[in-house]
């Protein structure tokens, strides 16, 4: 069972930037994910990235603002948030899935980190 660790949450202004990382606690090429929850919401895609790296995909929402990328020789994936916007306020999970897939969903994900909050002060 891969267990992850997210971490780089934080309190921010907005237009600020912040990174966040997530580890894995063994080498694995699955696909990984970011996901996020705002309060009173239902959980969202945020962002994907294969397991060679090779390929994206992002929300509509984050697109043009958010990176994903990981290195894993580090077995760590990392999400880029630019010009963060108060509606960005969420904690934020990264997950695993073994297939990569058309469209993300929290219920076809495998594993799950518990999170790192983020808030983004207007």
């Known amino acids: 069972q891969v267990q992850l660790a997210e971490s780089g949450g934080g309190l921010v202004q907005a237009g600020d930037s912040l990174r966040l990382s997530c580890a894995a606690s063994?080498?694995?090429?699955?696909?990984m994910a970011w996901f996020r929850q705002a309060p009173g919401k239902e959980r969202e895609f945020v962002a994907a990235?294969?397991?060679?790296?090779?390929?994206?995909s992002y929300a509509d929402s984050v697109k043009g603002r958010f990176t994903i990328s990981r290195d894993n020789g580090k077995n760590t994936v990392y999400l880029q948030m630019n010009s963060l916007k108060p509606e960005d306020t969420a904690v934020y999970y990264c997950?695993?899935?073994?297939?990569?897939?058309?469209?993300?969903?929290?219920?076809?994900?495998?594993?799950w980190g518990k999170g790192t909050l983020v808030t983004v002060s207007s």
């Open positions: 063994e080498r694995n090429t699955y696909a």
């Open positions: 997950a695993t899935s073994r297939i990569w897939r058309l469209k993300f969903s929290p219920a076809g994900m495998d594993y």
């Open positions: 990235i294969r397991g060679s790296g090779g390929t994206t």
